[in-house]
C-alpha cells in the first residue's frame, strides 16, 4: 500500500519542512499531497501506487521542462530543490546497467525480437512483473546495449 504509506511519509515530511523553515520543501510537499488527493477525488476511489507515483513523477518532469526553459539563475535553482525534495519521495530507479542485468531472463527474447520496439516491449513486460522501478528511457538504452 505505497500510496498510504506515501501519503503519510509527505505529511510528515512537510510537518517537519515548516518545523525546520524549509518553505520550498513545504510547497513542494503540500503540492504533490494536492494532486494525490485530485487523483483521489476524480476516480472517487483511495489513489492506488501507481496514481501516487505517477503524481510526483508528473510535477518532477514539469520542473525539469520549466528548468530547461528558465534563464532566471534564483529560479532555476528553486527548482532543483523541488525536483530533489520530490524525487527523494520515489523508489530509486535502477540505471541502465542494473536493468541490463535484470533482463538476463529475457536476454535470448529480446535479441531474437525482430525491432527495438518489439524488444523493449519484451523488456517493460519483464521488468514490471518484477516491480522494477525505471524509466522508458534507461530501457530503450539498455535493450539497445543488448542487442548491439
Same mark, same amino acid.
Not at 519521495?89 to 535470448?108: F, N, R, T
Not at 521488468?127 to 546495449?145: I, Q, R, Y
Given at each position: 500500500?505505497?500510496?498510504?504509506?506515501?501519503?503519510?511519509?509527505?505529511?510528515?515530511?512537510?510537518?517537519?519542512?515548516?518545523?525546520?523553515?524549509?518553505? *520550498?520543501?513545504?510547497?513542494?510537499?503540500?503540492?504533490?499531497?494536492?494532486?494525490?488527493?485530485?487523483?483521489?477525488?476524480?476516480?472517487?476511489?483511495?489513489?492506488?501506487?501507481?496514481?501516487?507515483?505517477?503524481?510526483?513523477?508528473?510535477? *518532477?518532469?514539469?520542473?525539469?521542462?520549466?528548468?530547461?526553459?528558465?534563464?532566471?539563475?534564483?529560479?532555476?535553482?528553486?527548482?532543483?530543490?523541488?525536483?530533489?525534495?520530490?524525487?527523494?519521495?520515489?523508489?530509486?530507479?535502477?540505471?541502465?546497467?542494473? *536493468?541490463?542485468?535484470?533482463?538476463?531472463?529475457?536476454?535470448?527474447? *529480446?535479441?531474437?525480437?525482430?525491432?527495438?520496439?518489439?524488444?523493449?516491449?519484451?523488456?517493460?513486460?519483464?521488468?514490471?512483473?518484477?516491480?522494477?522501478?525505471?524509466?522508458?528511457?534507461?530501457?530503450?538504452?539498455?535493450?539497445?546495449?543488448?542487442?548491439?
Amino acid at each position: 500500500m505505497l500510496a498510504a504509506v506515501l501519503v503519510d511519509d509527505i505529511k510528515k515530511q512537510i510537518t517537519g519542512a515548516m518545523k525546520s523553515g524549509d518553505t *520550498i520543501a513545504r510547497d513542494v510537499l503540500r503540492l504533490a499531497l494536492s494532486e494525490i488527493q485530485t487523483a483521489e477525488a476524480r476516480r472517487n476511489a483511495a489513489a492506488s501506487d501507481e496514481d501516487a507515483s505517477n503524481a510526483v513523477r508528473k510535477l *518532477i518532469k514539469s520542473n525539469e521542462e520549466t528548468l530547461a526553459l528558465t534563464s532566471d539563475a534564483d529560479r532555476a535553482a528553486t527548482l532543483r530543490r523541488e525536483v530533489e525534495v520530490l524525487a527523494a519521495l520515489l523508489p530509486k530507479q535502477l540505471s541502465v546497467d542494473e *536493468i541490463v542485468v535484470a533482463l538476463g531472463p529475457v536476454h535470448e527474447a *529480446i535479441k531474437a525480437a525482430k525491432a527495438d520496439g518489439q524488444a523493449t516491449g519484451v523488456a517493460m513486460k519483464h521488468l514490471k512483473s518484477t516491480g522494477a522501478a525505471v524509466s522508458g528511457n534507461d530501457v530503450g538504452a539498455a535493450v539497445k546495449k543488448l542487442r548491439g
